[in-house]
């Protein structure tokens, strides 16, 4: 079984940035596509950001292309994501997931950690 964590979360001003964390226990994630997602009250969660079981390839949601990146460190059964250039429109729940080989649908999930963005 795969717990994951995040961290990171908090109150930021637009323009501003932060870095989230995801720590995994359980299992090695290294053959795991890992992903970020979030949700804005009132809203459907929403793609974030994915990355490769290898680390070699990343996607992104239009909202957040050229401001978000999206990283792994197998060492520490870690994943990142670093927002930049903050807007209030990013705020919401963050939660990172893992999807693990042949599956097709992220299987596990964190608790989700707050970013809140003050115009």
């Known amino acids: 079984q795969v717990q994951l964590a995040e961290s990171g979360g908090g109150l930021v001003q637009a323009g501003g940035s932060v870095r989230l964390s995801c720590v995994a226990s359980g299992r090695t994630l290294s053959s795991y596509r890992l992903g970020w997602f979030r949700q804005a009250p009132g809203k459907e969660r929403e793609f974030v950001a994915q990355i490769s079981w290898s680390g070699g390839s990343t996607y992104y949601a239009d909202s957040v292309k050229g401001r978000f990146t999206i990283s792994r460190d197998d060492a520490k059964s870690t994943v990142y994501l670093q927002m930049n250039s903050l807007k209030p429109e990013d705020t919401a729940v963050y939660y990172c997931?893992?999807?693990?080989?042949?599956?097709?649908?992220?299987?596990?999930w964190g608790q989700g950690t707050q970013v809140t963005v003050s115009s």
């Open positions: 997931a893992a999807r693990a080989p042949l599956a097709n649908t992220y299987g596990y």
